[in-house]
């Protein structure tokens, strides 16, 4: 690691202590990632930051072979257990929005510093408003297109999520020293990833 990369991880550590280096070998890009949103997530197409919207595995692994390093970020979730979640992040919303605040925070820093190719990617749903342009779209059976991200209301923020781009986050977190584990309930101790390209 050459001196101006540990110079930005202290800089960055003046935001959020909890990160770590990782060369971009170690993240892993899966198709399949892809499915589990699409059959698996009630948030599939009503978000901007995950699929359809977000960027494909394809394009993630091209865009991942341009930089040699990544900042993993790591974020102890505080869920409100006494919600009874139509949806995951409903339960985690405040922490998931301090995820996405910090990931945007430590890219800028990034950038000022220096890395000008600097892009963050978050994790689970936006929770940056209280219901996305899309999923107001849809309520009032209006169609939707691509396009629908130019009336992002926080375009200046909002990154996609990890797993909306096809990073197998199980896999990359064991690549870079991580033992993550799938939990049965929200009181097991609820951790959340990001991550900041680097070069």
């Given at each position: ?5 540990e110079?930005?991880?202290?800089e960055l ?8 280096l990782?060369?971009t ?21 009503k ?17 991942i072979?341009?930089y040699?390093y990544a900042?993993l ?13 139509q ?6 919303w405040?922490?998931?929005t301090?995820?996405?605040k910090?990931?945007?925070d430590?890219?800028r820093?990034?950038f ?8 963050g ?16 779209k849809?309520?009032r059976n209006?169609?939707v297109?691509?396009l ?12 996609p999520?990890m797993?909306?781009?096809?990073i ?21 101790g ?10």
């Amino acid at each position: 690691m050459n001196e101006d990369v540990e110079n930005l991880l202290s800089e960055l550590k003046e935001i959020h202590q909890d990160l770590a280096l990782i060369t971009t070998d170690a993240i892993a890009v899966a198709d399949w990632v892809r499915f589990k949103c699409r059959y698996g997530c009630r948030a599939y197409g009503k978000h901007l930051c995950c699929p359809p919207f977000a960027p494909t595995p394809d394009e993630m692994r091209r865009m991942i072979s341009e930089y040699c390093y990544a900042a993993l970020v790591r974020f102890k979730a505080e869920p409100q257990l006494e919600l009874l979640p139509q949806h995951i992040h409903h339960a985690l919303w405040d922490s998931i929005t301090r995820l996405h605040k910090t990931i945007y925070d430590l890219e800028r820093r990034a950038f000022l510093g220096g890395c000008y190719k600097a892009f963050g990617l978050g994790a689970l749903p936006c929770t940056l408003c209280k219901s996305c342009v899309i999923e107001e779209k849809l309520e009032r059976n209006e169609n939707v297109s691509p396009l629908d991200v130019l009336s992002c209301r926080h375009k200046d923020i909002m990154r996609p999520s990890m797993e909306a781009c096809g990073i197998d986050v199980f896999k990359t977190l064991n690549n870079a020293g991580y033992s993550p584990m799938v939990l049965k309930d929200y009181s097991e101790g609820v951790e959340l990833f990001g991550l900041v390209l680097l070069d």
